[in-house]
């Protein structure tokens, strides 16, 4: 089953897809959410109403990776870098669980601000 978002920040708009994952499904059940974005470097995140531990959590991701951060709790999108990246990784603040990726990574890059209402929907 391939499970399609969007993500609606202001007038950009980018399809997305949620993996198989318990956590990913809990983030399907309660969509769509709106919420307030933060910027750590490229990584956006953003609170959602989901309580839950990690799953296989990763210390790295990929380009384009969606994430669930348990102690945002949070979603968090990594079209580029964080702060404490290195030159050939994406590293998150803490460890977190892939629940998806975004289709359009450079949609997002560099346009979304602190502060933005961000959508995700069905």
Do not use: H
Request: net charge neutral; hydrophobic share 40%.
């Amino acid at each position: 089953m391939t499970r399609q978002i969007r993500i609606i920040v202001g007038n950009i708009e980018t399809d997305a897809w949620l993996n198989e994952s318990r956590t990913a499904s809990m983030v399907w059940e309660i969509l769509p959410v709106t919420s307030k974005a933060s910027l750590w470097g490229d990584e956006i995140y953003f609170a959602v109403p989901v309580k839950t531990g990690l799953e296989d959590g990763r210390e790295t991701v990929a380009l384009g990776d969606i994430a669930y951060w348990p102690e945002g709790p949070a979603l968090c999108i990594f079209p580029g870098k964080t702060p404490i990246s290195t030159k050939d990784e994406i590293r998150p603040a803490s460890a977190v669980s892939i629940v998806g990726k975004v289709r359009d990574v450079q949609a997002l890059l560099g346009r979304v601000k602190q502060g933005d209402t961000i959508v995700i929907q069905r």
